[in-house]
């Protein structure tokens, strides 16, 4: 999602300077502190221990990095231990992972100049600094041994957490661990090549598998405990951009354990001693509504009107060649209109923060997926410096972009529960917030509903003359503090995301996007532009295949001879699939090859039709490269997941409204992903040395276009209006 | 009325609005949050408890239908069957973000309590009620059926 950021912020040396700019992009109300938050930094070192940034030894010879990043499942923790480990030598055993403060001087994302997680990058950004750290903590553990051996340091070997040299002695690093902090930083530290890594590419498991299958207390946010906390929930409109009126709480504070009702900007939160209390009273409210500024309208109409914005010209957001020309001399052209619905992301657990604010200085504890934004959002409501901010990550139970808004709304409606909380002159205490799986289907921030027109043409060799394609959303960016770095002339590049670099040797391409306008907030969701971009793409290759007469894999080698490592996963799926095998009466095949995020995936699905006509995806043959892959077993896991969520939404998820009111409100009626829903599937990850990328989402676009291209291979026609359900075909 | 209940084999005496699900006892009222809340509404398996060795969704679970029962949770479930099970998960770095792991382990304990060599549909019938967002199902799927063979050796 936020690899976007990559590019302006790559090239801009000072992080600070980067900040700043961000800053200036504030917009929307937003008022995002010019100040970097005051630095925490990592635990003091104890006596015999070695305490850096991102490495800290203990003497009880764990070894504990700190993570920067948020782990929401992808295995950003286990990923940046690996590099560690890896360049350190320590044992899987002796490793240890917490979470960084709120820091982002020394904690920024290198990509995004802030901290934060996001857009498949946490490995891709971390790969030299956490190999460095690790290499960092060896050398002085070794110089260390070297003085207290009296050997020179050349002389030590380190091996399995372990320090030893010819003599026979030898020590552990946490018995050099003391020794090694008085020793000065290496200026640069040696790192392995890739012939000496012994976890990185090979195997090392994931560091929080045990904690997750006994129950462990205080791993996620919403089982935050503290001394005294309040629970809130929130009653928020039926109507986004709706504010309340007036508020009748008479009901709502008979409940026992009822503390309090806050009327808050956007809604109104019942406090309780206890979860259960809250949730009941919230029911008795008796709010209306004030919809000056509230969307009235339902789907059908706003789809209606992306439709009608898709069909005249609109922003250039890519230009290459002359596409109209290209048309008009093609020999078939090929002309389509699609249309994507709003997506919920879901995560397991709803959103939750817990905040204790003391009139000066705020607390989190939370999932915190943009520390530094978080910072800024809770000190502009607070009245307070960002320094003062301090948050507490824990463990997400799912994300899938969801935690990561760029207006940071759930430290904002925490801040001002806590805000009002003190300003009724209450006792400070811990305040947590708790969405309810209604709050978090009904509460916006969702994939952006998209309306597609695409016209492409080929020449009677199979070749592409031209492609012409306008997108139609509403912008996810525009009025977020990431507008300055990413829209430009009125283009946020994440609609078009997908089409834009598309590599298929257009001849002439150009590339068009609207701007739609609604008060339903929307939001990146696990690929962000290319949950869309690429099932056009992938299936208007298929549709041109079909024309020019050729078979889906061999149209596409021809179309990709100068994009070497996308050509290659394309072979490899299809291979490993036996594309060109017969299949079993009944089955059906379809592929799609995608780049998202720097990282190149293809897949071969296999279906069959249920007899009451549905779809069922037998099997995915799933081709990665995503550079050097860290921690296969992850990736893997990575593209196992990402098939999946994207299966579950195109074949039932879609949310709607009626006047304005959202038509789902759980899983009742936003039906997830089942384990009778999922296929069999086998990852093959490209051996590689580029440099890594990310996995956390390119496994989720070709998945539908691959499905899709499937049931075209049975039926002949392509679904162009998602999810599958709506067709009868889930 | 207070209720009186055994959870994970110890005895508690619960004051709490009758009403009030299973799911917030063993969360607020007992500090036991292995137990998770995915969507109140029995849909997604994330609050699953045994009673009396049955699975079932502590969020539609109330307390005053549970005077004199005997509720395990992830933080209690043994024997056999879970250590089966908990060791799979481990092999197999089954979850992701973890957060419905609880019910998945629990359900899949259920189910081998029940069928210690459960076939792919038995799989699907037992498992289908548990969401797991992260999509960790062919995961889930091996590690029954690792579970299964450890169960067996």
Not at chain 1, 226 to 243: D, Q, T
Not at chain 1, 698 to 711: C, D, K, Q, R
């Amino acid at each position: 999602m936020l690899h976007h950021l990559m590019k302006p912020i790559a090239n801009a040396a000072p992080s600070r300077r980067s900040f700043l700019k961000l800053s200036a992009g504030a917009a929307g109300g937003l008022l995002i502190g010019l100040r970097l938050p005051g630095a925490s930094g990592a635990a003091m070192a104890a006596e015999g221990e070695l305490a850096q940034p991102f490495v800290h030894i203990r003497a009880d010879n764990t070894v504990t990095v700190i993570v920067k990043h948020l782990d929401k499942g992808q295995g950003a923790a286990t990923g940046l231990a690996t590099l560690v480990a890896d360049e350190l030598d320590a044992t899987h055993e002796q490793v240890r992972v917490e979470f960084a403060p709120a820091d982002a001087e020394r904690y920024k994302n290198l990509f995004f100049g802030v901290q934060g997680t996001g857009g498949s990058t946490a490995i891709a950004n971390s790969f030299q600094q956490y190999r460095t750290a690790g290499a960092t903590a060896k050398a002085m553990l070794v110089a260390a041994a070297a003085k207290a051996w009296g050997v020179p340091a050349a002389e030590i070997a380190v091996s399995k957490g372990e320090l030893s040299h010819a003599s026979g002695r030898k020590a552990s690093f946490g018995e050099m661990a003391g020794l090694a902090a008085a020793e000065s930083l290496p200026e640069s530290p040696r790192l392995k090549t890739p012939e000496e890594w012994v976890f990185i590419g090979k195997s090392f498991p994931r560091l929080d598998t045990k904690m997750k299958t006994v129950g462990a207390p205080g791993v996620y946010g919403i089982d935050h405990k503290a001394e005294n906390m309040l629970v809130a929930v929130v009653a928020h409109p039926p109507k986004f951009g709706a504010k309340p009126k007036t508020v009748d709480a008479a009901a709502a504070r008979e409940v026992p354990g009822v503390v309090d009702v806050l009327t808050l900007p956007a809604g109104v939160a019942v406090l309780a001693d206890k979860t259960w209390p809250a949730i009941r009273a919230r029911e008795l409210l008796e709010i209306t509504w004030d919809e000056t500024e509230a969307e009235t309208r339902g789907s059908e109409e706003m789809l209606a009107e992306l439709q009608a914005m898709a069909a005249r010209p609109g922003l250039k957001a890519h230009v290459h060649g002359d596409a109209e020309a290209g048309l008009a001399g093609a020999a078939t052209v090929i002309e389509a209109e699609y249309s994507f619905p709003f997506l919920a992301h879901a995560p397991m657990e709803p959103l939750d923060v817990t905040i204790l604010f003391d009139g000066g200085t705020a607390e989190f504890w939370t999932g915190s997926q943009l520390q530094t934004v978080d910072q800024n959002v809770a000190a502009a409501v607070l009245g307070i410096t960002p320094d003062k901010v301090a948050i507490n990550t824990l463990w997400a139970g799912g994300s899938f972009g969801r935690r990561a808004q760029p207006d940071s709304h759930p430290i904002d409606e925490a801040a001002h529960i806590a805000k009002a909380w003190a300003g009724a002159g209450n006792t400070p205490r811990p305040i947590k917030v708790v969405w309810t799986r209604e709050d978090d289907i009904k509460g916006g921030y969702y994939r952006p509903m998209v309306a597609h027109k695409v016209r492409a043409g080929i020449d009677a060799e199979g070749n592409i003359t031209g492609w012409q394609h306008r997108v139609a959303s509403k912008s996810i960016l525009i009025g977020s503090p990431f507008e300055a770095f990413l829209v430009k002339d009125g283009v946020d590049e994440t609609t078009a995301e997908g089409i834009t670099d598309m590599t298929y040797a257009a001849g002439a391409i150009d590339v068009e996007v609207h701007n739609a306008q609604t008060a339903v907030p929307v939001l990146w969701w696990r690929s962000v532009g290319h949950t869309h971009t690429a099932y056009v793409v992938e299936t208007m290759i298929d549709r041109l295949a079909k024309a020019a007469g050729k078979d889906p894999v061999a149209f596409r080698e021809g179309l990709l001879k100068d994009d070497p490592r996308k050509l290659g996963v394309l072979r490899l799926a299809a291979e490993k699939a036996g594309w060109n095998d017969p299949l079993p009466e009944g089955r059906h095949r379809g592929v799609a090859v995608h780049k998202s995020f720097n990282t190149y995936v293809a897949e071969v699905a296999e279906i069959s039709f249920r007899d009451d006509g549905t779809v069922k995806v037998e099997k995915v043959t799933c081709a990665v490269d995503c550079g050097v892959p860290v921690n296969p077993d992850n990736i893997r896991a990575q593209m196992e997941g990402g098939i999946g969520y994207g299966l579950g939404a195109i074949l039932r998820n879609e949310i709607t409204m009626t006047d304005g009111e959202v038509d789902q409100s759980n899983f009742d009626a936003y039906l997830p992903l089942r384990i009778s829903d999922m296929p069999q599937i086998e990852v093959h990850v490209v051996p590689s040395t580029e440099a890594p990328t990310g996995a956390g989402e390119p496994g989720t676009p070709p998945i539908g276009p691959a499905v899709a291209n499937a049931i075209a291979a049975a039926k002949g026609e392509w679904i162009t209006a998602l999810p599958l359900s709506k067709q009868g075909l889930a | 009325m207070p209720v009186n209940l055994t959870i994970n084999g110890v005895s508690h005496s619960i004051d709490a609005d009758p009403d009030t699900p299973l799911l917030w006892v063993l969360r607020d009222e007992l500090n036991m949050t292995g137990t998770k809340f995915g969507c109140g509404i029995a849909q997604c398996g994330a609050c699953t408890v045994h009673l009396d060795g049955m699975p079932i969704r502590s969020c539609q679970t109330f307390l005053s239908d549970l005077d004199g029962a005997s509720i395990t949770t992830i933080e209690g479930v043994d024997g056999k069957a879970a250590e089966a099970v908990r060791a799979a998960w481990q092999e197999l770095d089954v979850p992701q973000c973890g957060y419905c792991q609880s019910g998945q382990i629990m359900a899949a304990t259920a189910l081998l309590s029940e069928t210690p060599k459960p076939s792919d549909d038995d799989i699907d019938a037992a498992m289908d009620g548990n969401v797991c967002r992260c999509a960790t199902y062919a995961r889930i799927r091996a590690a029954i059926h690792l579970a299964a063979e450890k169960m067996e050796g």
